[in-house]
Protein backbone atom coordinates (compact mmCIF):
# COMPACT_ATOMS: atom_id res chain seq x y z
CA UNK A 1 0.00 0.00 0.00
CA UNK A 2 1.44 3.27 -0.99
CA UNK A 3 0.47 6.31 1.51
CA UNK A 4 -0.10 9.60 -0.03
CA UNK A 5 2.05 12.19 1.81
CA UNK A 6 0.93 16.01 1.50
CA UNK A 7 3.31 18.36 1.74
CA UNK A 8 2.44 21.07 4.79
CA UNK A 9 3.69 24.66 4.28
CA UNK A 10 6.84 26.10 4.87
CA UNK A 11 7.53 26.66 8.66
CA UNK A 12 9.92 27.45 11.55
CA UNK A 13 9.47 25.40 14.00
CA UNK A 14 11.49 26.27 17.50
CA UNK A 15 12.62 23.36 19.29
CA UNK A 16 13.14 24.58 23.05
CA UNK A 17 14.92 21.79 24.90
CA UNK A 18 16.29 20.71 21.94
CA UNK A 19 19.43 19.25 23.84
CA UNK A 20 16.87 17.20 26.07
CA UNK A 21 15.86 13.65 25.87
CA UNK A 22 12.18 13.75 24.45
CA UNK A 23 13.92 15.86 21.45
CA UNK A 24 16.39 13.50 21.01
CA UNK A 25 14.36 10.09 21.10
CA UNK A 26 11.14 11.09 19.57
CA UNK A 27 10.61 14.58 18.21
CA UNK A 28 14.11 15.48 15.88
CA UNK A 29 14.06 11.38 14.70
CA UNK A 30 10.15 11.94 14.22
CA UNK A 31 10.71 15.27 12.26
CA UNK A 32 13.54 13.25 10.29
CA UNK A 33 10.98 10.66 9.05
CA UNK A 34 8.51 12.98 7.71
CA UNK A 35 11.81 14.93 5.69
CA UNK A 36 12.24 11.16 4.27
CA UNK A 37 9.16 10.76 3.09
CA UNK A 38 8.84 14.31 1.32
CA UNK A 39 6.36 15.63 3.49
CA UNK A 40 8.73 18.55 4.65
CA UNK A 41 8.88 21.61 1.79
CA UNK A 42 12.58 22.95 1.11
CA UNK A 43 12.20 26.16 3.25
CA UNK A 44 11.20 24.20 6.21
CA UNK A 45 13.73 24.99 9.23
CA UNK A 46 14.00 23.83 12.51
CA UNK A 47 15.55 25.61 14.84
CA UNK A 48 17.08 24.18 17.93
CA UNK A 49 17.08 25.81 21.67
CA UNK A 50 18.55 25.27 25.01
CA UNK A 51 20.56 26.83 27.84
CA UNK A 52 23.62 25.23 26.60
CA UNK A 53 25.79 27.12 24.65
CA UNK A 54 26.92 25.44 21.24
CA UNK A 55 27.15 26.57 17.58
CA UNK A 56 24.42 25.15 14.67
CA UNK A 57 27.33 22.72 13.63
CA UNK A 58 27.68 21.05 17.15
CA UNK A 59 23.51 20.81 17.05
CA UNK A 60 23.91 18.91 14.06
CA UNK A 61 26.06 16.84 14.99
CA UNK A 62 24.29 16.11 17.87
CA UNK A 63 20.88 15.60 16.26
CA UNK A 64 23.04 13.33 13.55
CA UNK A 65 24.11 10.91 16.74
CA UNK A 66 20.53 10.76 17.95
CA UNK A 67 18.73 9.95 14.98
CA UNK A 68 21.37 7.27 13.83
CA UNK A 69 20.39 5.88 17.14
CA UNK A 70 16.62 6.68 17.33
CA UNK A 71 15.86 5.40 13.53
CA UNK A 72 17.01 2.44 13.36
CA UNK A 73 13.95 1.65 10.71
CA UNK A 74 15.42 3.86 8.11
CA UNK A 75 16.87 2.02 5.12
CA UNK A 76 17.95 5.35 3.25
CA UNK A 77 19.30 7.06 6.50
CA UNK A 78 23.01 7.51 4.85
CA UNK A 79 21.09 9.13 1.57
CA UNK A 80 19.08 11.55 2.96
CA UNK A 81 20.61 13.01 6.80
CA UNK A 82 22.58 15.40 5.71
CA UNK A 83 20.06 17.00 3.41
CA UNK A 84 17.75 16.76 6.67
CA UNK A 85 21.03 18.53 8.58
CA UNK A 86 21.11 21.30 6.79
CA UNK A 87 17.71 22.29 7.86
CA UNK A 88 18.76 22.96 11.12
CA UNK A 89 20.04 26.01 13.26
CA UNK A 90 20.31 26.65 16.38
CA UNK A 91 20.17 29.75 19.11
CA UNK A 92 21.39 29.49 22.91
CA UNK A 93 18.24 30.63 25.17
CA UNK A 94 18.17 30.24 28.68
CA UNK A 95 14.34 31.01 28.62
CA UNK A 96 14.61 32.10 32.55
CA UNK A 97 16.61 35.00 31.52
CA UNK A 98 16.78 37.75 28.93
CA UNK A 99 19.63 35.77 27.05
CA UNK A 100 19.14 34.93 23.68
CA UNK A 101 15.34 36.19 22.89
CA UNK A 102 17.03 38.91 20.34
CA UNK A 103 18.97 36.32 18.91
CA UNK A 104 16.35 34.14 18.17
CA UNK A 105 14.11 36.68 16.75
CA UNK A 106 16.66 37.48 13.75
CA UNK A 107 16.91 34.10 12.77
CA UNK A 108 12.97 34.14 12.42
CA UNK A 109 11.11 34.17 8.98
CA UNK A 110 8.03 36.81 8.77
CA UNK A 111 6.22 35.24 6.34
CA UNK A 112 6.09 31.56 7.47
CA UNK A 113 4.78 29.14 9.81
CA UNK A 114 5.99 29.75 13.00
CA UNK A 115 5.65 26.65 15.64
CA UNK A 116 7.36 26.77 19.03
CA UNK A 117 7.67 23.26 20.64
CA UNK A 118 8.18 23.60 24.19
CA UNK A 119 10.36 20.28 24.81
CA UNK A 120 10.76 21.51 28.72
CA UNK A 121 9.42 21.13 32.16
CA UNK A 122 6.00 22.84 32.43
CA UNK A 123 7.81 25.37 35.11
CA UNK A 124 8.97 26.88 32.07
CA UNK A 125 5.92 26.81 30.14
CA UNK A 126 4.86 30.54 31.06
CA UNK A 127 8.10 31.90 31.39
CA UNK A 128 8.52 31.31 27.45
CA UNK A 129 5.04 32.05 26.54
CA UNK A 130 5.61 35.24 27.80
CA UNK A 131 8.92 36.21 26.70
CA UNK A 132 7.54 35.17 23.30
CA UNK A 133 4.94 37.11 23.64
CA UNK A 134 6.87 40.50 24.77
CA UNK A 135 9.45 40.37 21.85
CA UNK A 136 6.83 40.21 19.53
CA UNK A 137 7.84 37.04 18.45
CA UNK A 138 3.96 35.52 19.06
CA UNK A 139 2.65 36.20 15.57
CA UNK A 140 -1.05 35.23 15.10
CA UNK A 141 0.13 32.83 12.65
CA UNK A 142 2.11 31.06 15.66
CA UNK A 143 1.67 28.00 17.75
CA UNK A 144 2.72 26.46 20.97
CA UNK A 145 3.24 22.91 21.21
CA UNK A 146 3.19 22.21 25.59
CA UNK A 147 4.35 18.20 26.51
CA UNK A 148 3.02 16.53 29.64
CA UNK A 149 2.87 17.11 32.64
CA UNK A 150 -0.04 19.43 32.10
CA UNK A 151 -0.27 20.52 36.04
CA UNK A 152 -0.95 18.04 39.09
CA UNK A 153 -3.87 19.28 39.95
CA UNK A 154 -7.29 21.33 38.69
CA UNK A 155 -5.24 24.64 40.48
CA UNK A 156 -2.05 23.87 38.88
CA UNK A 157 -3.43 23.31 35.65
CA UNK A 158 -5.85 26.65 35.53
CA UNK A 159 -2.63 28.13 36.06
CA UNK A 160 -0.62 26.43 33.52
CA UNK A 161 -3.41 27.64 31.18
CA UNK A 162 -3.93 30.89 32.18
CA UNK A 163 -0.25 31.69 31.80
CA UNK A 164 -0.74 30.47 27.98
CA UNK A 165 -3.83 31.91 26.87
CA UNK A 166 -2.35 35.28 28.08
CA UNK A 167 0.16 35.21 25.37
CA UNK A 168 -1.83 32.81 23.34
CA UNK A 169 -4.75 32.69 21.69
CA UNK A 170 -6.35 28.67 22.50
CA UNK A 171 -6.55 28.25 18.88
CA UNK A 172 -2.64 28.72 19.13
CA UNK A 173 -2.39 25.98 21.71
CA UNK A 174 -1.83 22.28 21.17
CA UNK A 175 -1.53 20.32 24.49
CA UNK A 176 0.42 16.80 23.24
CA UNK A 177 -1.28 13.79 24.59
CA UNK A 178 0.99 11.24 22.40
CA UNK A 179 -1.30 8.13 22.51
CA UNK A 180 -3.65 10.48 20.27
CA UNK A 181 -0.67 10.11 17.46
CA UNK A 182 -1.53 6.03 17.46
CA UNK A 183 -2.30 4.98 14.68
CA UNK A 184 -5.00 2.81 16.15
CA UNK A 185 -6.29 5.31 18.11
CA UNK A 186 -7.46 7.35 15.52
CA UNK A 187 -8.64 3.87 13.64
CA UNK A 188 -10.95 3.38 16.67
CA UNK A 189 -12.38 6.85 15.20
CA UNK A 190 -12.73 5.66 11.40
CA UNK A 191 -14.08 2.30 13.49
CA UNK A 192 -17.11 3.87 14.88
CA UNK A 193 -17.53 6.26 12.94
CA UNK A 194 -16.80 5.44 9.18
CA UNK A 195 -18.41 1.80 9.33
CA UNK A 196 -22.00 1.03 10.45
CA UNK A 197 -21.36 -2.01 12.03
CA UNK A 198 -20.32 -1.15 15.06
CA UNK A 199 -22.09 1.90 16.24
CA UNK A 200 -25.33 0.60 16.45
CA UNK A 201 -24.28 -2.10 18.99
CA UNK A 202 -21.96 0.85 20.98
CA UNK A 203 -24.19 1.19 23.73
CA UNK A 204 -24.97 -0.34 27.27
CA UNK A 205 -27.73 -2.53 25.63
CA UNK A 206 -25.05 -4.26 23.67
CA UNK A 207 -21.86 -3.95 25.28
CA UNK A 208 -21.40 -5.42 28.78
CA UNK A 209 -18.51 -3.25 29.79
CA UNK A 210 -15.21 -2.15 28.44
CA UNK A 211 -11.69 -2.88 29.71
CA UNK A 212 -8.60 -0.24 29.51
CA UNK A 213 -5.24 -1.54 29.80
CA UNK A 214 -2.07 0.48 29.65
CA UNK A 215 0.40 -1.94 30.81
CA UNK A 216 4.20 -1.37 31.41
CA UNK A 217 6.98 -3.79 32.19
CA UNK A 218 9.71 -1.29 33.01
CA UNK A 219 9.87 0.00 36.69
CA UNK A 220 10.44 3.84 37.36
CA UNK A 221 13.68 3.63 35.30
CA UNK A 222 15.67 6.83 36.32
CA UNK A 223 12.78 9.02 35.89
CA UNK A 224 12.22 8.63 40.67
CA UNK A 225 12.04 11.78 41.51
CA UNK A 226 9.17 13.02 39.23
CA UNK A 227 7.40 10.08 39.04
CA UNK A 228 7.21 9.51 43.21
CA UNK A 229 5.55 13.11 43.23
CA UNK A 230 2.95 11.79 40.51
CA UNK A 231 2.07 8.26 40.47
CA UNK A 232 0.19 6.13 37.93
CA UNK A 233 -3.23 8.25 38.55
CA UNK A 234 -1.29 11.64 37.47
CA UNK A 235 1.04 10.34 35.59
CA UNK A 236 -1.07 7.64 33.10
CA UNK A 237 -4.55 8.05 34.19
CA UNK A 238 -5.75 12.09 33.86
CA UNK A 239 -4.26 11.77 30.57
CA UNK A 240 -3.44 8.98 28.76
CA UNK A 241 -6.49 6.98 30.25
CA UNK A 242 -9.08 9.33 30.37
CA UNK A 243 -8.54 10.07 26.44
CA UNK A 244 -8.78 6.45 25.68
CA UNK A 245 -11.99 6.28 27.39
CA UNK A 246 -13.31 9.40 25.81
CA UNK A 247 -12.64 8.19 21.92
CA UNK A 248 -14.42 4.72 22.89
CA UNK A 249 -17.07 6.76 24.68
CA UNK A 250 -17.96 9.52 22.93
CA UNK A 251 -20.95 10.60 20.82
CA UNK A 252 -20.31 10.80 16.97
CA UNK A 253 -19.27 14.15 16.56
CA UNK A 254 -21.14 16.04 13.75
CA UNK A 255 -18.24 16.46 11.97
CA UNK A 256 -14.42 15.78 11.97
CA UNK A 257 -13.23 19.03 13.32
CA UNK A 258 -10.99 19.96 16.46
CA UNK A 259 -13.75 21.13 18.24
CA UNK A 260 -16.63 19.07 16.97
CA UNK A 261 -14.48 16.38 18.47
CA UNK A 262 -13.42 18.26 21.75
CA UNK A 263 -16.54 18.87 22.72
CA UNK A 264 -17.68 15.15 22.80
CA UNK A 265 -14.69 14.30 24.55
CA UNK A 266 -15.58 16.96 27.11
CA UNK A 267 -18.92 15.97 27.64
CA UNK A 268 -17.82 12.19 28.32
CA UNK A 269 -15.29 13.34 30.87
CA UNK A 270 -18.28 15.66 32.55
CA UNK A 271 -20.56 13.02 32.85
CA UNK A 272 -17.92 10.28 34.86
CA UNK A 273 -19.41 9.77 38.28
CA UNK A 274 -17.00 10.57 41.11
CA UNK A 275 -15.25 7.21 41.96
CA UNK A 276 -16.37 5.44 45.48
CA UNK A 277 -12.72 4.17 47.07
CA UNK A 278 -14.21 0.68 47.02
CA UNK A 279 -14.50 0.84 43.17
CA UNK A 280 -10.41 1.97 43.08
CA UNK A 281 -7.13 -0.36 44.02
CA UNK A 282 -3.96 0.89 44.27
CA UNK A 283 -0.86 -0.92 43.64
CA UNK A 284 2.92 -0.51 44.07
CA UNK A 285 5.53 -3.12 43.06
CA UNK A 286 7.59 -4.94 45.99
CA UNK A 287 9.62 -7.64 45.56
CA UNK A 288 10.20 -9.47 48.95
CA UNK A 289 13.57 -10.35 47.80
CA UNK A 290 14.30 -6.99 47.41
CA UNK A 291 15.88 -4.77 44.65
CA UNK A 292 13.50 -4.67 42.49
CA UNK A 293 11.17 -2.88 44.30
CA UNK A 294 9.42 1.11 43.41
CA UNK A 295 10.57 2.16 46.98
CA UNK A 296 14.37 1.70 46.01
CA UNK A 297 14.05 2.57 43.15
CA UNK A 298 12.86 6.06 43.49
CA UNK A 299 14.81 6.50 46.68
CA UNK A 300 11.94 6.57 48.93
CA UNK A 301 11.82 3.64 51.34
CA UNK A 302 8.29 5.06 52.75
CA UNK A 303 6.41 6.10 49.46
CA UNK A 304 2.92 5.43 49.73
CA UNK A 305 2.67 6.38 45.81
CA UNK A 306 1.51 4.17 43.65
CA UNK A 307 2.98 2.49 40.53
CA UNK A 308 -0.50 0.56 39.58
CA UNK A 309 -4.27 1.91 39.38
CA UNK A 310 -6.67 -0.10 38.63
CA UNK A 311 -11.03 1.43 38.62
CA UNK A 312 -14.52 0.70 37.89
CA UNK A 313 -15.62 4.26 36.45
CA UNK A 314 -19.19 4.63 35.11
CA UNK A 315 -20.22 6.96 32.41
CA UNK A 316 -23.18 8.44 33.84
CA UNK A 317 -25.35 9.25 30.27
CA UNK A 318 -28.08 7.51 28.17
CA UNK A 319 -25.87 5.64 25.95
CA UNK A 320 -23.54 3.60 29.00
CA UNK A 321 -25.72 3.63 31.85
CA UNK A 322 -25.24 0.61 33.46
CA UNK A 323 -22.06 -0.47 31.36
CA UNK A 324 -18.68 -0.04 33.19
CA UNK A 325 -15.38 0.84 32.14
CA UNK A 326 -12.92 -0.63 33.91
CA UNK A 327 -9.33 1.32 34.00
CA UNK A 328 -5.96 -0.38 34.70
CA UNK A 329 -2.54 0.69 34.52
CA UNK A 330 0.91 -0.02 36.08
CA UNK A 331 4.42 -0.29 36.23
CA UNK A 332 6.46 -3.25 36.20
CA UNK A 333 3.99 -5.74 35.01
CA UNK A 334 4.06 -8.63 33.64
CA UNK A 335 4.09 -7.44 29.96
CA UNK A 336 4.18 -4.22 28.20
CA UNK A 337 0.60 -4.76 26.29
CA UNK A 338 -1.96 -1.98 25.90
CA UNK A 339 -5.38 -2.08 24.53
CA UNK A 340 -8.85 -0.95 24.42
CA UNK A 341 -11.34 -4.16 25.05
CA UNK A 342 -14.99 -3.64 23.91
CA UNK A 343 -16.66 -6.59 25.79
CA UNK A 344 -20.37 -7.62 24.18
CA UNK A 345 -23.17 -9.21 26.21
CA UNK A 346 -23.41 -12.90 25.88
CA UNK A 347 -25.78 -14.05 23.50
CA UNK A 348 -29.06 -14.44 25.17
CA UNK A 349 -29.31 -18.02 24.49
CA UNK A 350 -28.22 -21.08 23.00
CA UNK A 351 -29.37 -23.29 20.50
CA UNK A 352 -26.20 -25.50 20.64
CA UNK A 353 -26.12 -28.89 22.98
CA UNK A 354 -23.78 -29.16 24.80
CA UNK A 355 -21.51 -25.99 24.74
CA UNK A 356 -22.94 -24.38 28.04
CA UNK A 357 -22.83 -20.51 27.73
CA UNK A 358 -21.51 -18.55 25.14
CA UNK A 359 -19.48 -16.15 25.39
CA UNK A 360 -19.54 -12.83 24.23
CA UNK A 361 -17.99 -11.24 21.03
CA UNK A 362 -14.75 -8.57 22.30
CA UNK A 363 -13.30 -6.31 20.38
CA UNK A 364 -10.00 -5.58 20.88
CA UNK A 365 -7.99 -2.14 20.20
CA UNK A 366 -4.31 -2.78 20.43
CA UNK A 367 -1.74 0.22 20.93
CA UNK A 368 0.84 -1.70 22.01
CA UNK A 369 3.07 -3.42 21.07
CA UNK A 370 2.00 -3.86 17.89
CA UNK A 371 -0.90 -2.10 16.74
CA UNK A 372 -4.27 -3.70 15.24
CA UNK A 373 -7.48 -4.62 15.94
CA UNK A 374 -9.25 -8.39 16.47
CA UNK A 375 -12.27 -9.34 17.19
CA UNK A 376 -13.39 -12.35 19.20
CA UNK A 377 -16.06 -14.31 17.10
CA UNK A 378 -17.23 -18.04 17.73
CA UNK A 379 -17.46 -20.39 15.01
CA UNK A 380 -18.01 -23.86 13.95
CA UNK A 381 -15.05 -26.17 14.57
CA UNK A 382 -13.82 -26.90 11.39
CA UNK A 383 -13.87 -30.25 10.24
CA UNK A 384 -15.93 -33.73 10.76
CA UNK A 385 -17.39 -34.99 14.29
CA UNK A 386 -20.00 -32.66 14.69
CA UNK A 387 -21.26 -29.03 15.46
CA UNK A 388 -18.28 -28.17 17.84
CA UNK A 389 -17.89 -24.37 18.35
CA UNK A 390 -14.67 -22.47 19.13
CA UNK A 391 -13.15 -19.28 19.30
CA UNK A 392 -11.38 -17.25 16.51
CA UNK A 393 -10.08 -13.94 16.43
CA UNK A 394 -10.65 -12.31 13.08
CA UNK A 395 -7.77 -10.08 13.34
CA UNK A 396 -6.53 -6.69 11.62
CA UNK A 397 -2.89 -6.32 12.11
CA UNK A 398 -1.43 -3.14 10.75
CA UNK A 399 1.58 -3.80 10.18
CA UNK A 400 0.57 -7.01 8.01
CA UNK A 401 -2.45 -4.90 6.59
CA UNK A 402 0.24 -2.23 5.47
CA UNK A 403 2.83 -4.59 4.38
CA UNK A 404 5.84 -5.60 5.92
CA UNK A 405 8.16 -3.08 4.49
CA UNK A 406 6.06 0.03 5.14
CA UNK A 407 7.09 1.59 8.31
CA UNK A 408 4.28 2.95 11.28
CA UNK A 409 4.05 6.41 11.67
CA UNK A 410 5.49 7.49 15.16
CA UNK A 411 2.58 9.25 16.78
CA UNK A 412 4.98 12.21 17.33
CA UNK A 413 5.95 12.16 13.93
CA UNK A 414 1.97 12.54 13.11
CA UNK A 415 1.56 15.36 15.88
CA UNK A 416 4.46 17.09 14.85
CA UNK A 417 2.99 17.36 11.42
CA UNK A 418 -0.92 18.20 12.37
CA UNK A 419 0.86 21.39 14.38
CA UNK A 420 2.69 23.06 11.45
CA UNK A 421 -0.94 22.01 9.42
CA UNK A 422 -2.75 24.14 12.31
CA UNK A 423 -5.08 20.73 13.10
CA UNK A 424 -6.03 20.91 16.98
CA UNK A 425 -7.94 17.26 16.42
CA UNK A 426 -5.80 14.86 18.22
CA UNK A 427 -4.66 17.88 21.32
CA UNK A 428 -6.56 18.53 23.92
CA UNK A 429 -8.27 21.52 24.73
CA UNK A 430 -7.83 23.44 28.01
CA UNK A 431 -10.94 22.59 29.08
CA UNK A 432 -11.06 18.86 28.65
CA UNK A 433 -7.49 18.93 30.56
CA UNK A 434 -9.66 21.04 33.40
CA UNK A 435 -12.49 18.50 33.46
CA UNK A 436 -10.10 15.42 33.93
CA UNK A 437 -8.49 17.13 36.74
CA UNK A 438 -12.00 18.29 38.18
CA UNK A 439 -12.35 14.64 38.01
CA UNK A 440 -9.14 12.89 39.54
CA UNK A 441 -8.67 15.76 41.85
CA UNK A 442 -10.92 14.36 44.61
CA UNK A 443 -9.82 10.96 44.65
CA UNK A 444 -6.46 12.00 45.11
CA UNK A 445 -7.39 14.10 47.36
CA UNK A 446 -9.04 11.32 49.04
CA UNK A 447 -5.80 9.01 49.60
CA UNK A 448 -3.94 11.93 51.22
CA UNK A 449 -6.61 12.60 53.92
CA UNK A 450 -7.25 8.92 54.73
CA UNK A 451 -3.34 8.47 54.50
CA UNK A 452 -4.29 5.26 52.04
CA UNK A 453 -1.84 3.03 51.60
CA UNK A 454 -1.14 1.03 48.10
CA UNK A 455 -1.42 -2.43 48.31
CA UNK A 456 1.70 -4.76 47.26
CA UNK A 457 2.17 -6.53 43.99
CA UNK A 458 4.94 -8.57 42.98
CA UNK A 459 7.21 -7.43 39.75
CA UNK A 460 6.25 -8.92 36.96
CA UNK A 461 2.35 -10.00 37.99
CA UNK A 462 -0.46 -8.26 36.59
CA UNK A 463 -0.96 -6.18 39.00
CA UNK A 464 -2.29 -6.61 43.10
CA UNK A 465 -5.25 -9.08 44.35
CA UNK A 466 -7.51 -6.09 45.04
CA UNK A 467 -7.44 -5.28 41.42
CA UNK A 468 -8.61 -8.56 40.30
CA UNK A 469 -11.31 -8.52 42.98
CA UNK A 470 -12.59 -5.42 41.29
CA UNK A 471 -13.78 -7.46 38.45
CA UNK A 472 -14.38 -10.94 40.42
CA UNK A 473 -17.06 -9.10 42.97
CA UNK A 474 -18.43 -8.11 39.23
CA UNK A 475 -18.64 -11.19 38.04
CA UNK A 476 -16.21 -10.73 34.85
CA UNK A 477 -12.42 -10.92 35.04
CA UNK A 478 -9.57 -9.12 33.70
CA UNK A 479 -8.25 -10.16 30.49
CA UNK A 480 -4.30 -11.73 30.25
CA UNK A 481 -1.48 -9.54 30.02
CA UNK A 482 1.33 -11.38 28.41
CA UNK A 483 -0.17 -13.19 25.59
P1 LIG B 1 15.29 16.82 29.75
O1 LIG B 1 15.59 17.22 31.17
O2 LIG B 1 16.01 15.69 29.14
O3 LIG B 1 15.52 18.09 28.80
C1 LIG B 1 15.13 19.37 29.17
C2 LIG B 1 15.60 20.37 28.13
O4 LIG B 1 15.22 21.67 28.59
C3 LIG B 1 17.11 20.43 27.91
O5 LIG B 1 17.36 20.66 26.54
C4 LIG B 1 17.55 21.66 28.71
O6 LIG B 1 18.70 22.30 28.18
C5 LIG B 1 16.35 22.54 28.50
N1 LIG B 1 16.24 23.56 29.58
C6 LIG B 1 16.05 23.37 30.90
N2 LIG B 1 16.05 24.57 31.54
C7 LIG B 1 16.23 25.52 30.59
C8 LIG B 1 16.31 26.94 30.61
N3 LIG B 1 16.21 27.66 31.74
N4 LIG B 1 16.48 27.59 29.44
C9 LIG B 1 16.57 26.90 28.28
N5 LIG B 1 16.50 25.55 28.19
C10 LIG B 1 16.35 24.88 29.34
O7 LIG B 1 13.69 16.62 29.70
P2 LIG B 1 12.88 15.71 28.67
O8 LIG B 1 12.81 14.33 29.19
O9 LIG B 1 13.37 15.94 27.29
O10 LIG B 1 11.39 16.30 28.84
C11 LIG B 1 10.99 17.55 28.31
C12 LIG B 1 9.50 17.72 28.63
O11 LIG B 1 8.76 16.69 28.02
C13 LIG B 1 9.17 17.65 30.11
O12 LIG B 1 8.08 18.49 30.37
C14 LIG B 1 8.75 16.21 30.30
O13 LIG B 1 7.89 16.04 31.38
C15 LIG B 1 8.01 15.97 29.00
N6 LIG B 1 7.94 14.58 28.59
C16 LIG B 1 9.07 13.84 28.39
C17 LIG B 1 8.97 12.54 27.96
C18 LIG B 1 10.20 11.71 27.70
O14 LIG B 1 10.02 10.59 27.23
N7 LIG B 1 11.38 12.19 27.95
C19 LIG B 1 7.72 11.96 27.73
C20 LIG B 1 6.57 12.73 27.92
C21 LIG B 1 6.71 14.05 28.35
Redesign the pocket.
Known amino acids: MVSRVIPVDPFDLVL????????K??ILPGLFHRFEVGQMPPEARIIG????EMDAEAFRQSTKDAIEEFTPDSPNRAKTLAAFLERLDYVT????SDQGWQDLAQVLRPDVVRAFYL????S?FADIAGRLHECGLATPDSRIVV???FGRDLASARALNEGLRACFEEHQIYRID?YLGKETVQNLMALRFANSLFEPLWNATHVDHVQITVAESIGIDGRGA?YDQSGAMRDMVQNHLVQLLCLTAMEPPSKFTPNAVRDEKVKVIEALDPVEPADIARGQYRADTGGDSYRDHVGNSSSSTESFIAMKVSVANWRWSGTPFYLRTGKRLRARESEIAVVFRDPPHTIFPNVGRLRGNVLVIRLQPDEGITLRTTIKDPGPGGLRLSEVSLDMSFADALGADVRQQDAYERLVMDVIRGDQTLFMRGDEVEAAWAWVDPIIRNWEETGDQPAAYDPGSSGPEEALMLMHRDGRRWRHIGG
Not at 17 to 23: E, I, K, R, V, Y
Not at 49 to 52: F, L
Open positions: FGATGDLARKSARTVDVSSVGPLEKPHY
